[in-house]
C-alpha cells in the first residue's frame, strides 16, 4: 500500500467521506477512466482557517485569503479528491495515472495567479504516486462557487 | 422505449433539434462515451418566462430570476441535452450512465447556490434514468455565458 | 504528412514547445484519448499586438481588444494546442478526432459573444483536419485567467 504509507509519511489522513451536496454522485468510473465530481476542502475548513469570506459572502484568493492559504485549500481538496479514489478503488495504488485535473480558482477582481494556487492539489499527487501523479491541468477563476468556497477541483484518474 | 415513456410521463417532450452556434458540433462519440457540447435552453425560453437580464445584459441567478427559476432554466437545458442524445443515439434506452456533468451557473455577485440550479438537470436526467442517470458533477460559476443566458451545461455519457 | 502541409498553406508554424507553468504536463494519453491541458497563446503574444490590460491588469475581450483580435487569440491558442499534439504523437495524420474543446474566455462585464471568439481555434482545426477537426464544444465566460491572458482552450483528441 504505497500510496496510502506515502499519505502517512506527508502526516496526512484520509478524512471522512464526501457527501454531495445535490443530486449527483462523487465518482463514476467508465471502462478504466474514473471521473471525479468538483470536490471542496469542506472537511477541512476548520484546519485551514476558517472560511473567511468578504462583503460578497465569498472567500476570494488575493483578497479574503493569500495565495499560500489558496494552496493549502487546493492541497486539502487534492486529499478530499483521494479519500473519494480510496472509497471507489478500495486500494489506492490502484490508481494508474492522474490524466486530467479541472483547478477552478475563486480569485480577487484582477487575480492572475491561479497555477499557484492548484499546485496546492496537483503537489500533493505527485507526493503521493511520483510521476504517475502529474496531470494535464487547467486552473482557471470563477465568478463564484458552491457556499463561497474559494477552490473547487475536479479530475479524471486512470486506473488499474 | 423507457426513457421515451418517462419523458411522456412527466409532460415532457423533445424539442427541435439544436443547432451550433459558431463551427462545432452538438456531440462527438468516441468509443462508448459520447461528449455533448455545452447546451442552453434556448428552444424553451418563452416557455421558462423569458430571458430577463439587468443593466449588464445577463440573465444572472439571484439576480434577474430566483434559484427556482434557474432550477427551471437547467431543467429544461436537460431536455435540451436529452433531444441531443435522441439524435446522436436513436433511441434513448441506449444510454447507460450519465457520466459527468458539468453545470455552469451565471449567477449574482456572492451567488452560492449553484447545486440547487444544476439539480434542475440532474433531477430530470434521474426521472428518465433511475441511478443511471446520476452523474459525477461540478456546478460552478462563470463571469458570462453566451448571449447572457444564465445556465450551460455540458455532459459525457456512457453508451451501449 | 497532410496535416502539417496544411499548416503550411496556412501560412502557420509549429511555434515552441510549450512549457507548463505549474506542477502539471501539457498532455495525457489514455487508450486513444489524448488529454490536452490548458493552453494560451503566450509564444505569439508579440504577433498578437501583446497583452493591453485594464485597470484590473486583466486582458478582457469585448473591453481591451476586440472580438475580432480575441479571435485571433483563440486561433494562435489552436496553433499552441497543435503544437503540443505534434509532440505527444510524432504526426498530426495521427489525430482522428477533436473529440471536446473547453474554450474559455476572459470577457467584459456583459460580455456575450464567446463563441465568436473560440471559432478562432475550431476553424483552424476544420482547416487543418476538415470535418474531423470539428469537435464538440463550450464557450464560456471566467471571471480572470493566469497572468491576465483573455482566452485559455482545452481539448481532447482521438488518436490513432
Known sequence: ?????????LGLKLGPLNEPIGNYVEYVQVGNLLFLAGHGARPYHDELGGLTTGPDGICRVGRDITVEQGYKFARYTGLNLITTMRKALGDLDRVKRVVKVLGMVCGAEGFGQHPKVIDGCTDLFVQVWGDAGRPARSAVGMYNLPNGIPVEIEAIVEVE
Open 1 to 9: 500500500l504505497y500510496a496510502e504509507k506515502k499519505l502517512e509519511e
